[in-house]
T-cell receptor
Framework: GAVVSQHPSRVICKSGTSVKIECRSL??????MFWYRQFPKQSLMLMAT?????????EQGVEKDKFLINHASLTLSTLTVTSAHPEDSSFYIC?????????????FGDGTRLSIL | GQSLEQPSEVTAVEGAIVQINCTYQ??????LSWYQQHDGGAPTFLSY????GLEETGRFSSFLSRSDSYGYLLLQELQMKDSASYFC?????????FGSGTRLSIRP
C-alpha cells in the first residue's frame, strides 16, 4: 500500500520548453504533497508544499512563477517547470502524506530526471 | 535555522556495524526520520523516532535524544546492498527537512 506514482521518469528537452511532472497517490488520499529538487551528490531540497484545493506554499528562494504547482484532487499534484533552462536540470521528487495527521510517513515517487539542453 | 548535519562519507566492512550520526539546531518538530537512497533512485523510508530512545527495525535501529539535539542510525550485519546515501530528516507540522546526507560505502 501507500504507492506514489511519478511521471515521467525522465525528460530531455530544449531550453525554453515548459515541462509538466505528475505525482499521483495510487491507493490513498493525499491532502498534502511535497515537491523536492535534488542536484547530484546533494540532499533533497524542499521546493514547495502542495495543498489540495488551495495555493501551494513555496520555500524561500523558489520562484512561484517558474515552478507552477496545481493540486486539483486528493490524488494528483502537478509541477510545471516553465521556460526551462539548463540550470533547471535536476532530479525532481514528489512525496505524499496520507490524510490523517501530520506525523504520517511520507511516501516518495520514483523521481523525474529533467535534462535541459 | 533548520539545519541537520551528517558526516558526508562513511566506509565500513561487510558484516560489520556502522553508526551514522545526525545533529540539528532546532526544536518544535514531531520526530526524526531516516531514509535510504540508492544512486538514481528515490528515497525509501527506514525508521522514525517520535519519542526519545531507540527504535529497532530488523538490522536497522534509530535513536533520538531531543535534549542532546542528536540522533543516529545504526546498521548491523552490513551487506553490500546497504551501500547508499542515508538522510536524516526532521518532521514538522507541514513538511520534512532533510539532512545533508551520508554516503555509506561497504567493502568486502
Amino acid at each position: 500500500g501507500a504507492v506514489v506514482s511519478q511521471h515521467p521518469s525522465r525528460v530531455i528537452c530544449k531550453s525554453g520548453t515548459s515541462v509538466k511532472i505528475e505525482c499521483r497517490s495510487l491507493d490513498f488520499q493525499a491532502t498534502t504533497m511535497f515537491w523536492y529538487r535534488q542536484f547530484p551528490k546533494q540532499s533533497l531540497m524542499l521546493m514547495a508544499t502542495s495543498n489540495e484545493g488551495s495555493k501551494a506554499t513555496y520555500e524561500q528562494g523558489v520562484e512561484k512563477d517558474k515552478f507552477l504547482i496545481n493540486h486539483a484532487s486528493l490524488t494528483l499534484s502537478t509541477l510545471t517547470v516553465t521556460s526551462a533552462h539548463p540550470e533547471d536540470s535536476s532530479f525532481y521528487i514528489c512525496s505524499a502524506t496520507q490524510t490523517g495527521g501530520s506525523n504520517q510517513p511520507q511516501h516518495f515517487g520514483d523521481g523525474t530526471r529533467l535534462s535541459i539542453l | 535555522g533548520q539545519s541537520l548535519e551528517q558526516p558526508s562519507e562513511v566506509t565500513a566492512v561487510e558484516g560489520a556495524i556502522v553508526q551514522i550520526n545526525c545533529t540539528y539546531q532546532t526544536s518544535g518538530f514531531y520526530g526524526l526520520s531516516w531514509y535510504q537512497q540508492h544512486d538514481g533512485g528515490a528515497p525509501t523510508f527506514l525508521s522514525y523516532n517520535g519519542l526519545d530512545g531507540l527504535e529497532e527495525t530488523g538490522r536497522f535501529s534509530s535513536f533520538l535524544s531531543r535534549s542532546d539535539s542528536y540522533g543516529y542510525l545504526l546498521l548491523q550485519e552490513l551487506q553490500m546492498k546497504d551501500s547508499a546515501s542515508y538522510f536524516c530528516a526532521l518532521l514538522w507540522a507541514s513538511k520534512i527537512i532533510f539532512g545533508s546526507g551520508t554516503r555509506l560505502s561497504i567493502r568486502p
